[in-house]
C-alpha cells in the first residue's frame, strides 16, 4: 500500500497541493486545488470515453514513434 499511495502522490498533479493546503487549513488554496482535480478528472474520463467508443482511432500518436 505504501508504494501504491506514493505513485499516486507523484502521478497525480493536483493531490499533493491538496495535501498541503489542508495541512496549512488554507480553505481557499484547497477548493482551487480541488476544482482543478475535479475538472482534470472530468477530461480523463471523457477522453478515454471517446477513444473506447472508435477503439482508439482518433488517438495522437507521438511522432517520434518507431512502430
Avoid at 487549513?25 to 478515454?48: E, I, P, R, T, W
Wanted: proline letters at 3%; glycine letters at 6%; aromatic letters at 8%.
Amino acid at each position: 500500500m505504501i508504494i501504491f499511495s506514493q505513485g499516486l502522490m507523484r502521478c497525480n498533479p493536483f493531490l499533493k497541493n491538496e495535501l498541503t493546503s489542508l495541512e496549512n487549513q488554507d480553505h481557499v488554496s484547497f477548493n482551487k486545488m480541488l476544482g482543478k482535480h475535479l475538472a482534470y478528472l472530468s477530461a480523463v474520463k471523457a477522453k478515454s470515453f471517446i477513444l473506447a467508443l472508435n477503439n482508439g482511432k482518433v488517438a495522437i500518436i507521438p511522432k517520434n514513434n518507431k512502430g
